[in-house]
């Protein structure tokens, strides 16, 4: 309770409200698992499940008792602050003409921001989650707990349900877009992200385990994922390869 207080003081009720349920909700889920023994997978999966219903019980408490949207008044910031920045190009003396097409481009992203909301709450939830593991990993052996450890990441390897759902979502992208079913091109959206992301990863994976099998340094494959996460080919390809993994499990031919 003391903790709520302060933080009340300086982040403001809101924040608090919202943090202390999602870390809160977590934190349980987490020690609940730990206690029953469960397998370091099987215990982030509790704990990810119970971190994304504490996202969505904060923002429906804030919603229905304090009436505030924190989605909406997220959105609404971003777009405040990407029009401040084109007022300040423009008495920068920017052309016109370049500040209109960043316009063009920016209102496209954010009308697909505000769709993919679902999936910025599981990623919020996938933070969450990540934190209170690896922090309960340094305070629960003090209380006579062990938190068992995740698999290498070399090993990592997802169900090929992503690579289904990757098939759905493009056939639902495809017929929400061309029969305007906009409940049906909103979950394919969101669904095509969250294969994406699961393939990444797989795909990461994949990348760290052949440059396992063939020595290459720590430093050189950081610069390589540094360089994979800034280029928008480079991660679709990634995504892609992951993807496929799932079905043909690359790292069995390595062996």
């Not at 920045?85 to 008495?91: D, H």
């Not at 992208?173 to 699961?198: F, K």
């Amino acid at each position: 309770m003391a903790t709520i207080i302060l933080l009340s003081l300086f982040i403001g009720p809101i924040f608090t409200i919202r943090l202390a349920l999602s870390y809160g909700l977590t934190g349980l889920a987490l020690g609940f698992a730990i206690q029953k023994n469960f397998g370091a997978v099987k215990i982030f999966m509790i704990t990810l499940t119970a971190a994304f219903v504490a996202q969505i019980v904060a923002i429906a408490l804030l919603l229905f008792v304090m009436d505030i949207n924190f989605l909406e008044t997220q959105i609404a910031l971003v777009k405040e602050s990407f029009e401040e920045t084109f007022a300040m190009y423009e008495t920068l003396g920017v052309d016109q003409a370049q500040i209109a097409q960043a316009k063009s481009q920016v209102e496209p992203a954010i009308k697909l921001l505000s769709l993919l909301i679902p999936t910025l709450l599981l990623l919020m939830a996938l933070i969450n989650t990540a934190i209170c593991f690896y922090v309960a990993k340094w305070i629960f052996p003090k209380i006579g707990l062990s938190v068992p450890e995740m698999p290498p990441f070399s090993q990592w390897h997802f169900p090929s349900l992503f690579g289904y759902l990757m098939i759905l979502a493009f056939l639902g992208i495809y017929w929400g877009e061309t029969r305007d079913l906009r409940i049906l091109y909103t979950v394919s959206v969101n669904a095509n992200i969250l294969a994406l992301l699961a393939g990444f990863i797989q795909g990461l994976s994949v990348l760290t385990f052949a440059a396992e099998r063939f020595n290459v340094s720590k430093l050189i494959r950081r610069l390589v994922f540094l360089i994979i996460i800034l280029n928008f080919m480079l991660f679709q390809i990634i995504a892609i390869t992951g993807l496929f993994d799932m079905f043909f499990d690359y790292r069995r031919r390595f062996k």
